[in-house]
């Protein structure tokens, strides 16, 4: 499930929410990483006020196989 955040609600759950928003984001785009039902990782994307549309929603959801293979390739590196 992703989730759209707006500053207020990226003040409740990010200490550093100040510096967030002093860097020009109000908004954030949290992306658990998910094989086999289990959460390996999450991406955060942070941008202006408003960046999160519907549409960018789904272009983001679009790409997620790649995170996923990209989050698999760094843990077999860790383990290595």
């Known amino acids: 499930m992703l989730v759209r955040l707006d500053i207020k609600a990226i003040a409740d759950v990010f ?6 928003q002093s860097l020009g984001c109000g908004s954030v785009l949290n992306i658990p990483v998910v094989v086999a039902g289990r ?3 999450a991406i955060n994307l942070l941008h202006e ?4 549309t519907d549409a960018r929603v789904a272009y983001v959801a679009g790409i997620m196989p790649f995170a996923v293979v990209a989050f698999m390739l760094d843990a077999q590196e860790l383990r290595v």
């Open 15 to 20: 200490f550093d929410w100040k510096l967030i």
């Open 49 to 52: 006020e408003g960046y999160y």
């Open 39 to 41: 959460v390996i990782g």
